[in-house]
């Protein structure tokens, strides 16, 4: 075993050295041996003066030859957060989700008729709801403890609606702009009375 180490260092220090040309991939494959014999090395050393008892979360005891050392399982580590909502799995059909009062916003595109009959509040829960389906936090500590306690809502904290508008679909931005439309003469019309 001494041989081939003394060996294999060789080679290594002829890769850093630059005495070899290898490919990208030849490379790639070189760096994890060379962190491979790395991490070897470390564990050897930390072994080395070490008796042969287990580790206090082992149940039976596990021989423990100086050059092997025993099996110490990685760290527990949390997944990666994303910067994206998770997006509902069933959020492009047409069935609605569970407390979702506007499926349709997502679904086709609304009539000017069909919104027409709407007030300012029900107008603006559309709008909320579309803005939540995909992750938009919302000032309003109502309107956050409303879409809290659907099951299809991850906000991600911070989003804008300036950043949310570039998920909606192509049905959910000419909705969207309908809705707008809609708020806006709700708005004139309170206005000029």
Request: include cysteine; aromatic fraction near 6%.
């Amino acid at each position: 075993m001494p041989e081939s180490t003394e060996v294999v260092g060789k080679h290594l220090r002829g890769l850093v050295e630059g005495k070899y040309r290898l490919s990208p991939g030849a490379s790639l494959a070189a760096g994890g041996l060379v962190l491979g014999l790395v991490a070897m090395s470390q564990c050897n050393r930390y072994f080395a003066g070490r008796s042969s008892s287990p580790p206090p979360y082992v149940s039976s005891p596990m021989p423990v030859s100086p050059q092997a050392p025993p099996f110490m399982p990685p760290p527990q580590t949390a997944p990666p957060t994303t910067s994206q909502p998770a997006e509902p799995a069933n959020q492009s059909t047409d069935a609605p989700m569970p407390g979702e009062r506007f499926p349709e916003t997502r679904q086709r595109e609304l009539t000017d008729q069909e919104i027409s009959s709407w007030n300012a509040e029900t107008v603006q829960l559309a709008l909320n709801e579309m803005y939540a389906r995909h992750g938009a936090t919302f000032r309003k500590g109502s309107t956050s403890r409303q879409f809290s306690q659907m099951s299809w809502y991850r906000p991600v904290p911070g989003q804008t609606p300036e950043q949310t508008e570039p998920l909606f679909s192509p049905t959910e931005k000419i909705n969207r702009a309908k809705l707008m439309n809609r708020r806006t003469e709700l708005q004139q019309a309170t206005r000029s009375k």
